[in-house]
C-alpha cells in the first residue's frame, strides 16, 4: 500500500481532471461534426446542372467522396462556400 499525503493528492486529482478535460474536447462529442451535401444539394447552392455537376466531377473541380452510387460533398469545400 502507497500513502500520500491529501495536499499531494488534491494537487494529482486537479490536474487529472484537466487533463480529461483536454482529452475530451480534442476526442469528445463536442466537436461539430462535418456536414455532408448531396447531388441535389449542391446543384441548389451553386445554381447548376446535374450534367455541369458531373463535368465538376470527371476534371476534379469539385471534390466529393462516393458511397456506393452515391456522392456526397464536405460543405468545407472550399468550392460551395
Not at 2 to 23: L, N, S
Not at 26 to 46: A, H, M, P, S
Request: some cysteine; charged content about 25%; overall charge positive.
Amino acid at each position: 500500500m502507497v500513502a500520500i499525503e491529501g495536499k499531494t493528492f488534491g494537487e494529482m486529482k486537479q490536474r487529472f481532471e484537466a487533463f480529461i478535460k483536454q482529452v475530451q474536447t480534442l476526442c469528445g462529442d463536442k466537436r461539430e461534426k462535418e456536414k455532408w451535401l448531396t447531388n441535389n444539394d449542391i446543384c441548389q447552392l451553386l445554381h447548376i446542372s446535374l450534367r455541369t455537376l458531373q463535368s465538376y466531377r470527371d476534371n476534379g473541380t469539385l471534390p466529393y467522396s462516393q458511397i456506393g452510387r452515391k456522392c456526397y460533398y464536405k460543405t468545407s469545400s472550399s468550392y460551395i462556400l
